[in-house]
Structure formats: structure tokens, C-alpha cells
């Protein structure tokens, strides 16, 4: 019996996959958010998201981890996205060798400290790797 790839899911040839360069300003987290939001357009098309919010999770991921590399690791920064077998590989490469952390929430402060967190809930997997320039944080998310 001859199978097909599974519903949703892209043929094995195809490669969907992107990556874009950014300055590290501050411009640069919305410029990460459309870049992301092009990339799951054309990945949407080929292979539809399993659940609408998807879509919705991967773009604050990345708008977080744009957002914490031009507060936390000034200079540029590399956004790569590609697809998984069942899921959206993100990973976000800075010029910082310091892991991220955790901090407090305090609301009565203006906020601040949930974008870790919300990363761990939101993802599937998130690991950081140091590299001799920096580091690459990688986030898995469900597609």
C-alpha cells in the first residue's frame, strides 16, 4: 500500500526554512515579528497549522526573543526558523554569552520578567547553546 505525506505535513523535499539578518535596534523586534509572520504565511500554505493559535504563540515567541536580545544582548542578531516535523524550530543567535534568566514579576514596577517564563509555557522545548560569538537560543513550538 503506497502512503503519501501525512495531511498537513510537507513532502519530504520541500524545505521550509528562513533566515534574516537584523542590526539590533530597536525597529529590528518588529522587523523579526513580519519576517516571522512571511515565513508562517508561506509554511501556512503548504502545510496549514493543527491549531489556529499556533501562528499567534511562534510570533510572540519570536517578538520576545527580538525584544530581549535588543534590551539584553545590544548589537545584531540572526533569526532562522524552519520547519520540523511537527512543529516550528525558532532560534535567535546574539553577540551575548550570558544565559538568560528568569526574573521576578513585579506589575507594581511596570511589568517586565514574564517573557522567559512565557517562552517555557509556550514551547515545546527551549535550550540555550554558547558559541565562541555569542549564543543561540532555540524554542520549539508546536505547528
Known amino acids: 500500500m503506497a502512503t503519501g505525506p501525512r495531511r498537513g505535513r510537507p513532502p519530504v523535499e520541500e524545505t521550509f526554512e528562513r533566515t534574516v539578518a537584523f542590526r539590533g ?3 529590528n523586534v518588529t522587523g523579526a515579528r513580519l519576517a516571522a509572520d512571511g515565513y508562517l504565511a508561506d509554511l ?3 502545510a496549514p497549522p493543527t491549531v489556529p493559535e499556533s501562528w499567534d504563540d511562534i510570533l510572540l515567541v519570536v517578538t520576545e ?6 534590551q539584553y544582548a545590544p548589537g ?5 526558523m524552519r520547519r520540523t516535523y511537527d512543529g516550528v ?7 551575548s554569552r550570558v544565559r538568560p534568566e528568569p526574573r521576578p514579576f513585579h506589575p507594581q514596577r511596570g511589568g517586565g520578567g514574564v517573557g522567559w517564563h512565557l517562552l ?3 514551547c515545546d ?3 540555550v547553546v554558547l558559541t565562541d560569538d555569542g549564543k543561540d537560543v532555540h524554542a520549539f513550538l508546536p505547528w
Open 44 to 46: 501556512a500554505r503548504a
Open 89 to 95: 524550530h525558532v532560534t535567535v543567535h546574539d553577540s
Open 120 to 122: 517555557h509555557t509556550l
Open 65 to 70: 526573543l527580538a525584544a530581549n536580545v535588543v
Open 125 to 127: 522545548q527551549v535550550s
Open 25 to 27: 535596534e530597536l525597529r
Open 76 to 80: 545584531p542578531f540572526e533569526l532562522r
